[in-house]
Nanobody
C-alpha cells in the first residue's frame, strides 16, 4: 500500500485560495491514479477530483469545475489540489487517496491519507 500525508489546509475567507499537497511514500506512486475526497460534518465522504498516473486524464465533481485544479509531480511523489474562489460550502476535511484506475468511486481507492481541514468563512 501507498502511505499518504496531506498538508496545506487552513482557514480562508470566501473567494480565497488554498493549495493542498499530498506526499506519497513508496515506488508505486507514479503508477497510481490519485484522487481527492472531502467530508463535511454530518455528511458522507464526497469525491472532488482525480488524476490519472500520467496526468493526461482528470475528473472533477461538478461543484468544483472551473475552481479547483488537480495536478501531480511524479518526480516528487506529490499530488496537488489548487482551490480557487473558495465557498463556505467547500468547508470539509480533505483526503487524498490512491487507486489503480482513474475513477470517482471511493471503494476503488485502496490507500487514504489522514485528511487536512479546510475551513472557508463567509
Amino acid at each position: 500500500q501507498v502511505q499518504l500525508v496531506e498538508s496545506g489546509g487552513g482557514l480562508v475567507q470566501a473567494g480565497g485560495s488554498l493549495r493542498l499537497s499530498c506526499v506519497a511514500s513508496g515506488r508505486t506512486f507514479s503508477s497510481n491514479a490519485m484522487g481527492w475526497f472531502r467530508q463535511a460534518p454530518g455528511k458522507e465522504r464526497e469525491f472532488v477530483a482525480a488524476i490519472s498516473w500520467s496526468a493526461h486524464g482528470t475528473l472533477y465533481v461538478d461543484s468544483v469545475k472551473g475552481r479547483f485544479t488537480i495536478s501531480r509531480d511524479n518526480s516528487k511523489n506529490t499530488v496537488f489540489l489548487q482551490m480557487n474562489s473558495l465557498k463556505p460550502e467547500d468547508t470539509a476535511v480533505y483526503y487524498c487517496a490512491a487507486s489503480k484506475i482513474l475513477t470517482t468511486e471511493p471503494g476503488d481507492f485502496g490507500s487514504w491519507g489522514q485528511g487536512t481541514q479546510v475551513t472557508v468563512s463567509s
